[in-house]
């Protein structure tokens, strides 16, 4: 039994909490935000899961420093734009014995920096992880088969990520290409908006079909400048993230394209989402980075 620190009570965080906690870890969730936290401890139900009842056995807390004490694995299950100064938050109560798993999917506007990225200028040394896929927060709750994968440069460390994580209907690989898996996670929700977008406009599969297979062509080939593996983006963490989030209507950046096809402004499909749509800001940081690898993406420069 490990103590895992979940830090970030969105969906994703409360869904992988509940997954480590009945793979039996001792598991603690933190977020910045006080009312959600005592909401939490009342009522042990998450707004955005309406069907996942929590265990009592997981602990909440706005203290980070009391979520972070003890811990072997700290969960950064924050959205993207707020890794950084999370990161920073974390600083001070991050301990050489820790691994960092960061599952939040994006790329720094401005800076073009991938979130591990971020997070080694924030905790300079740390031991940085990743883990990510195919997994809708909504089906891990429902413990729905799922495969992810954890990514590390140290073999041990995906390995022992993956012992922790891995059960019966969440299945973990292990891969040591970083850069590729979070390029991939980052890229595909910005092809998710596109295909959202078609499918606002009311078009068909052929269409859903096309943005998928040449979307994966430019992630790919962005990917590979950036210094990921051409094999990765077409694994799980690329082509497999990739058909889940435009397939999907618990994708957040395909509902969104797809408010944006029917003709709301993007503050108003933003608002009516509700959450964070990592793939407007990840838009942005693909164009810079495409135009300073010289590589041609039309589908997510338009």
């Keep these: ?6 830090i970030g009570a969105g969906t994703w965080g409360t869904s992988l909490g509940t997954l480590l906690d009945g793979n039996g870890h001792d598991v603690v969730i933190w977020s910045a935000l006080k009312p959600q936290i005592e909401e939490l401890k009342k009522t042990y139900r998450h707004a955005n899961l309406p069907e996942l009842i929590i265990s009592k056995s997981i602990r909440f807390t706005d203290d980070i420093r009391e979520a972070m004490e003890e811990a072997k694995i700290l969960v950064l299950a924050v959205p993207s734009i707020y890794t950084r100064n999370t990161a920073r938050l974390m600083k001070q109560y991050y301990k050489s014995n820790q691994i960092i798993v960061n599952v939040a999917k994006g790329i720094e506007e401005g800076s073009n920096l991938t979130l591990t990225e971020q997070i080694a200028q924030e905790i300079p040394g740390a031991n940085i992880a990743v883990l990510s896929g195919p997994s809708h927060a909504e ?3 429902k413990q729905l088969p799922t495969t992810c994968v954890a990514g590390a440069g140290d073999i041990k460390t995906a390995e022992l990520i993956q012992n922790t994580f891995m059960n019966p209907v969440f299945r973990v690989y292990t891969s040591s290409d970083i850069t590729g898996i ?13 295909a ?34 051409q094999s990765t983006f077409y694994g799980l963490t690329g082509l497999g ?16 394209g797809i408010l944006l096809g029917q003709g709301k402004t993007l503050d108003e499909a933003i ?19 495409a135009k300073k690898y010289n590589v041609e993406i039309p589908i997510i420069e338009q």
């Design 139 to 141: 089906e891990v709750s």
């Design 271 to 289: 608002k009516e989402v509700n959450m964070v749509v990592e793939g407007v800001y990840s838009a942005k940081s693909a164009l810079m980075a």
């Design 241 to 256: 993230d990739l058909i889940v989030t435009c397939a999907s209507m618990h994708s957040r950046n395909r509902r969104a």
């Design 196 to 229: 959202g977008i078609a499918d606002g406009l009311g078009y068909g599969d052929n269409t859903k079909a096309a943005l998928i297979t040449r979307g994966i062509k430019e992630i790919s080939l962005l990917g590979v400048a950036m210094g990921g593996e």
């Design 182 to 194: 979070e390029i991939g996670g980052a890229l595909k929700n910005v092809i998710a908006l596109a």
């Design 1 to 6: 039994m490990l103590k895992t620190a979940i």
